[in-house]
T-cell receptor, first 114, second 112 residues
Framework: DAGVTQSPTHLIKTRGQHVTLRCSPI?????VSWYQQVLGQGPQFIFQ???????GRGNFPDRFSARQFPNYSSELNVNALLLGDSALYLC?????????????FGDGTRLSIL | KQEVTQIPAALSVPEGENLVLNCSFT??????LQWFRQDPGKGLTSLLL?????REQTSGRLNASLDKSSGRSTLYIAASQPGDSATYLCAVPNTGGFKTIFGAGTRLFVKA
């Protein structure tokens, strides 16, 4: 079975542009979460979606938004990009909410802002 | 507010050594704790998940323990190999379970 897949793998943008990152969860997984990881730090939670509804939001500005589609895939959108948005963006999926279920991560999208 | 701390931040050991990585968390009301491995520039690979009712989990040369009352977990790696070189992260769901809080990780280098 395929794991969590993310696209694109690498992306270079300039300040002020917007970007869309995509994630396909493991088949049968209904929960998708997004994380931002800057160099040398652990991942920081951005959003969780479960059954196509937002279930949690981290401490990120409104420039960050996401959605989950009927097939449980997800998109993360970031508007008005800043230099500080340069990071590895990780997507994770799980069968259900995170109290009891392990999370499975994709390889991430490396976003560089010039 | 849940905070997760990992010590040491970096570790360099010769091949064959047994080693222990430490993880502490401030709120003991956790549902589970998960250990991950991350290779440079890559995503996270789940190593072990310990439910709150469990004391330890084992997978091959890896053993993870959990002591909720003291807010601590350890990851024990037996007979380390150069291929074990990576960053190891521990993580816990917050109360309500909709997000996972990570430590900053321990960077491990195993010398051949």
């Amino acid at each position: 079975d395929a794991g969590v897949t993310q696209s694109p793998t690498h992306l270079i943008k300039t300040r002020g542009q917007h970007v869309t990152l995509r994630c396909s969860p493991i088949s049968g997984h209904k929960s998708v979460s997004w994380y931002q990881q800057v160099l040398g730090q652990g991942p920081q939670f951005i959003f969780q979606y479960y059954e196509k509804e937002e279930r949690g939001r981290g401490n990120f500005p409104d420039r960050f938004s996401a959605r989950q589609f009927p097939n449980y895939s997800s998109e993360l959108n970031v508007n008005a990009l800043l230099l500080g948005d340069s990071a590895l963006y990780l997507c994770a999926s799980s069968l259900g909410i995170q109290e009891t279920q392990p999370q499975h991560f994709g390889d991430g999208t490396r976003l560089s802002i010039l | 507010k849940q905070e997760v701390t990992q010590i040491p931040a970096a570790l360099s050991v010769p091949e064959g050594e047994n080693l222990v990585l430490n993880c502490s968390f401030t709120d003991s009301a956790i549902y589970n704790l998960q250990w991950f491995r991350q290779d440079p520039g890559k995503g996270l690979t789940s190593l072990l998940l310990i439910q709150s009712s469990q004391r330890e989990q084992t997978s091959g040369r890896l053993n993870a323990s959990l002591d909720k009352s003291s807010g601590r977990s350890t990851l024990y790696i037996a007979a380390s190999q150069p291929g074990d070189s990576a960053t190891y992260l521990c993580a816990v769901p917050n109360t309500g379970g909709f997000k996972t809080i990570f430590g900053a990780g321990t960077r491990l280098f195993v010398k051949a």
